[in-house]
Each structure stands twice: as structure tokens, then as C-alpha cells.
């Protein structure tokens, strides 16, 4: 019911920058927080960001300082600034929507994905 396009994914030397954002679409009053999960090769999928209706943030702890998550004000698109990027940022960046504001878990949709390649 709710339609996730996610774009900006691409390939970046370390130390980089990248703007990721993610439109959703479709039954959007059923909508409390957004926010990105990313998978790498072999690896489980992994929190990134949350972003709460009012404005509030939540990141995990490796990219605290160095990415910055953002909701537009009609609050069904966001985004992920992506600075000093690492190698280890490598992954399959998927965005997803939840009916509760972060930290109350449940995940209602999810995007099929970015590719974030950061590489020399």
C-alpha cells in the first residue's frame, strides 16, 4: 500500500559524500517514522537512521557525526546525508516506513534498495 523509491546510490572514493532519498507514496497517512537499513555481502541487515514525524533522529552508533537524516515537510520524503564515507559504509541501503516513531519497531514497507559503493 505504501510505494518506496529510493535513489542517489553510487560509487565514491573514501572520504566522500552522498545524498541518499527515499519518496514514499500511496497510503501515506498510515506513516509515523522513516528511516534506512543497510545490508553488505554476507552480512545481516543492519539499523542506520530513523526519523520521527515530528522531526526527531535516531542513528546507530558507526555513522554518528557523519551522517545526518532528514524528512521534508510534507514529511513522505527523506534523506540520508552521507559524509567522510568509508569503505566499510559498502552496502545495500534500503529505506523503510513505520506506523510508531523510532525505537517502537515495527516496519510496515521497505524500498528495494541503493547501492553505496565507496571505493579508491
Known amino acids: 500500500q505504501v510505494h518506496i523509491v529510493e535513489s542517489g546510490g553510487g560509487l565514491v572514493q573514501p572520504g566522500g559524500s552522498l545524498r541518499l532519498s527515499c519518496a514514499a507514496s500511496?497510503?501515506?497517512?498510515?506513516?509515523?517514522?522513516m528511516g534506512w537499513y543497510r545490508q553488505a555481502p554476507g552480512k545481516q541487515r543492519e539499523y542506520v537512521a530513523c526519523t520521527g514525524s515530528t522531526g526527531s533522529t535516531n542513528y546507530a552508533d558507526y555513522v554518528k557525526g557523519r551522517f545526518t537524516i532528514s524528512r521534508d515537510n510534507a514529511k513522505t520524503t527523506v534523506y540520508l546525508q552521507m559524509n567522510s564515507l568509508k569503505p566499510e559504509d559498502t552496502a545495500v541501503y534500503y529505506c523503510?516506513?513505520?506506523?510508531?516513531?523510532?525505537?517502537?519497531?515495527?516496519?510496515?514497507?521497505w524500498g528495494q534498495g541503493t547501492q553505496v559503493t565507496v571505493s579508491s
Open positions: 500511496g497510503s501515506i497517512f498510515s506513516i509515523n517514522a
Open positions: 523503510y516506513t513505520a506506523p510508531r516513531d523510532c525505537g517502537y519497531g515495527g516496519r510496515s514497507s
